[in-house]
């Protein structure tokens, strides 16, 4: 299907919505889509990251393949 038939099958389809919930949803995709903003990381959450960026320098890590055999691992580094 070309871009120019489904723009016109997206602009039927929208005309018939009568749900609000619905129409804001599809806005906001189609807003994150056409935006040139970046994702912005909340402040609360760049502690946190910068913490496990740390861990990763300095060695702390546990190799996937080692969670995936035995994931109570995971569960005792995090004590």
């Known amino acids: 299907m070309s871009t120019a038939e489904l723009k016109k099958n997206l602009l039927k389809r929208i005309e018939q919505i009568d749900e609000d919930y619905l129409l804001e949803e599809l806005l906001g995709v189609i807003e994150i889509e ?15 990251i ?20 035995n994931p109570n691992n995971l569960k005792s580094s995090l004590k």
Do not use: V
Not at 51 to 66: C, D, R, S, V, Y
């Open 34 to 48: 056409t935006s040139n903003d970046f994702f912005k990381i909340p402040e609360e959450h760049k502690k946190d």
């Open 50 to 69: 910068e913490i496990g960026l740390a861990q990763i320098e300095n060695g702390n890590t546990i190799p996937h393949e080692e969670i995936r055999k």
